[in-house]
């Protein structure tokens, strides 16, 4: 597969993630990948911490959820984030 063939065949899901472990090789390959990406003059802004306990990625998703509940109540979400969004 090419990358423009990549690209194109990429899909967004809303869904439910799988719930398989994904495997060792596998996260390494992407935390690597995600490394790599380019970013503004080099800076490379982002740390990456892979974390396999369920009951922490459970209290990490309540926390987001929780957060996101508030700036949509409080009304803030879309002044706080307009810039991501793209309206054509």
Same mark, same amino acid.
């Given at each position: 597969?090419?990358?423009?063939?990549?690209?194109? +065949?990429?899909?967004?899901?809303?869904?439910?993630?799988?719930?398989?472990? $994904? *495997?060792?090789?596998?996260?390494?390959?992407?935390?690597?990948?995600?490394?790599?990406?380019? +970013?503004?003059?080099? +800076?490379?802004?982002?740390?990456? $911490?892979?974390?396999?306990?369920?009951?922490?990625?459970? *209290?990490?998703?309540?926390? &987001?959820?929780?957060?996101?509940?508030?700036?949509?109540?409080? &009304?803030?979400?879309?002044?706080?984030?307009?810039?991501?969004?793209?309206? +054509?």
């Amino acid at each position: 597969m090419t990358l423009w063939e990549a690209i194109q +065949s990429r899909k967004t899901t809303n869904g439910a993630f799988d719930p398989r472990p $994904v *495997r060792l090789e596998h996260q390494h390959m992407l935390i690597q990948a995600a490394e790599r990406a380019p +970013s503004h003059f080099n +800076s490379q802004p982002w740390r990456f $911490v892979l974390i396999d306990d369920p009951s922490i990625r459970t *209290r990490i998703a309540e926390i &987001g959820g929780r957060t996101m509940t508030q700036l949509i109540e409080g &009304g803030s979400f879309f002044t706080r984030y307009r810039k991501y969004f793209r309206f +054509s």
